[in-house]
């Protein structure tokens, strides 16, 4: 048709989004917030979202003609995908593009965790190595380590397929066996963290793991334990985990998500058995114009023919 779909981007987005759009819809951009705030008269104007951060009921309310919202990302927990579904709005999200970087990233974080890398760097950037001499030992080692997925998806089975190598045990803990995999499969998460002494967490945030990783599961994993968090920061109890790192409950922790990102409680900052990143894992260049692309495409082919690429399962389109 000769009108142009008109496409909300509330907050910020990756640049090339708005460039892969450009010419083809119209583009109103708004400020990011949990009350939609919109121009005089746009409301019922606009056709889709393309967001990276939050699409609450009340913004699905808002807009009478919202046929897609199109998220940036994999994890949509930011979207109110069963509210978009009673609307019969559409909501997609990036999956499989940031698989492999998400992964590299974890491995990455994981050794950086255990083997103190981050902390050895800065040892040599501050000048200490010729003033003080060597850097400590690192307490723990990846050798003869036991590690357990919670998740074990489409980066979970790519974060596994990395640690093979790497010579450690691998297990996970899902809701449902996945009989096609060889990994060591725990009914619980309890069960898994007693048995395994390395977490590395990669579910969605959910209202079912919302800190589904309180105290008992860190304590379990113990004093030579490491906890690695991928996947979102309110699946963990962060006060519990700050206490167990403290008291030594817990050995060590490498977090690239926080419970309320990006503010990080500054009590992280002074522990040294900490690896820290900003919500990182899929940040290249490369991957992020994959999701770009993606995001795009999804909102371009629902335009051109009502066919989407990547429907979540709470909306689901015949390709
Ligand atoms: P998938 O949907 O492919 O995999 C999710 C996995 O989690 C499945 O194995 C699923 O198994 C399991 N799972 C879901 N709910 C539960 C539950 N309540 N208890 C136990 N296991 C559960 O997702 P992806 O692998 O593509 O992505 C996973 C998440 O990683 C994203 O949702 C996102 O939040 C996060 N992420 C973070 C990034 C970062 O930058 N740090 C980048 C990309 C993703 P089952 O259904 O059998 O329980």
Known sequence: SDKKAVVLVPGKINPRVLERLEGKVEIV???????????????????????SGVVNAK??????????????????????????ATRGVVVTNTP??????VADTTIALLINTVRRLYQAETWLRDGKWVGEGPFALSPFSLRGRKVGLFGMGRIGQEIAKRLEPFKVEIGYHTRSKRDELSYTYYGSLKE??????TLICIVPGTPETHKAINADVLTALGPE?????????SSVDE?????????????????????????????FLSLPNVSLLPHVASASVPTRNAMADLVADNILGWFRDRKVLTPVPETPVKA
């Open 59 to 84: 913004w699905i309310d808002a807009l009478p003609k919202l046929e897609i919202i199109a998220n940036f990302g994999v994890g949509y927990d930011g979207v109110d995908a069963k509210h978009a």
């Open 225 to 233: 334990g490491v906890f690695i968090n991928v996947g979102r920061g």
């Open 239 to 267: 006060d519990a985990l700050l206490e167990a790192l403290k008291s030594g409950a817990l050995g060590a922790a490498g977090l690239d998500v926080f419970y309320a990102e990006p503010k990080v409680p500054e009590a």
């Open 192 to 197: 898994m963290a007693e048995t395994v002494d």
């Open 96 to 101: 499989d593009v940031l698989n492999d970087e």
């Open 29 to 51: 951009t708004v400020p990011a917030g949990a009350e939609p705030v919109l121009p005089e008269g746009a409301a019922e104007r606009i056709n889709a979202i393309a967001v």
